[in-house]
């Protein structure tokens, strides 16, 4: 059972953006303060990634746990209500994530996915400082592939 109506339900979930999220912004500040330069959402590159690094061949996706259904995460509950549909969704949303996943690393991507729970929760400073070197690190690596989560 939903705590609230189905008009107010609808109205908090078309606020939800796809571009620009917090976790997002936070990443990018964080690159381009260690002296990166980036695209974000770039067209040209099959799936749109969240950032994009030419010069280093490598592509970060900064994942919602909840919209890319992060199993194991705190930040995960499949919703009772309406219970169909939201499982369809988050399948769908997998699937294609697998696609976009295979087919730019066949095209010679490196491809970090950091999950939003990586810069949120308790210690949130420390929390993205470890996240952000991580992920610095592994941009100047030859490292194919980082999957950055929460460690708690």
């Known amino acids: 059972m939903d705590i ?3 008009e107010t339900r609808s109205r908090m979930m078309s606020g939800i953006r796809s571009k620009n999220t917090k976790p ?3 990443i990018r500040k964080g ?22 690094l030419k010069k ?8 919602g746990c909840f919209w890319h259904g992060h199993i194991g995460c705190k930040n995960f509950k499949m919703p009772s209500s309406n219970r ?17 996943l ?12 950091v999950w939003e729970c990586a810069v949120r929760g308790k210690y949130q400073l420390n929390k993205i400082d470890e996240t952000i070197q991580k992920l610095y690190d592994w941009i100047i690596s030859d490292n194919i592939w980082l999957e950055i989560t929460s460690e708690e």
């Open 56 to 63: 280093h061949k490598a592509i970060i996706f900064i994942h």
């Open 84 to 100: 169909e549909f939201w499982v369809n969704k988050i399948d769908v949303n997998r699937k294609r994530d697998g696609e976009v």
């Open 31 to 52: 690159l381009f303060n260690r002296g990166l330069r980036y695209r974000i959402n770039d067209k040209k590159v099959f799936g749109k990634p969240d950032i994009v």
């Open 102 to 113: 295979n087919y730019l690393h066949a095209t010679g991507w490196r491809i970090c996915i």
């Open 4 to 6: 609230v109506n189905s």
């Open 24 to 26: 997002e912004i936070i």
